[in-house]
Nanobody, 123 residues
Framework: QVQLVESGGGSVQAGGSLRLSCAASGYSYSRYCMGWFRQAPGKEREGVAWISTRGLTSVYADSVKGRFTISRDNAENTLHLQMNSLKPEDTAMYYC????????????????WGQGTQVTVSS
């Protein structure tokens, strides 16, 4: 069955860095867009970044541009999110997701979701 398993979350101070990972299995990984989403308490889930099937294109939410970098390894079926210069407003549960193209930052159309990993940034 399809599995997306996130790891790498934790607690850091503002200005720090974290690297999230997502291990995918059970589907044709290289045929799917991969994305990172986040949801803070009391807020709707929002798109953070997506990367195209071969990793040639990536798109970021304005709030994370220049600070976060999404990458994928189609040989290892893994997805990463390097998060630098973290801010308290980045605090949220982070989810990886998979979708048949076209890719989008809108959460609704994504096909598969992980369980999430918590990121907490203190000031």
């Amino acid at each position: 069955q399809v599995q997306l398993v996130e790891s790498g979350g934790g607690s850091v101070q503002a200005g720090g860095s974290l690297r999230l990972s997502c291990a995918a299995s059970g589907y044709s990984y290289s045929r799917y867009c991969m994305g990172w989403f986040r949801q803070a308490p009391g807020k709707e889930r929002e798109g953070v970044a997506w990367i195209s099937t071969r990793g040639l294109t990536s798109v970021y939410a304005d709030s994370v541009k220049g600070r976060f970098t999404i990458s994928r390894d189609n040989a290892e079926n893994t997805l990463h999110l390097q998060m630098n210069s973290l801010k308290p407003e980045d605090t949220a549960m982070y989810y990886c997701a998979a979708k048949i193209p076209p890719c989008t930052l809108v959460p609704g159309p994504w096909d598969y979701w992980g369980q999430g990993t918590q990121v907490t940034v203190s000031s």
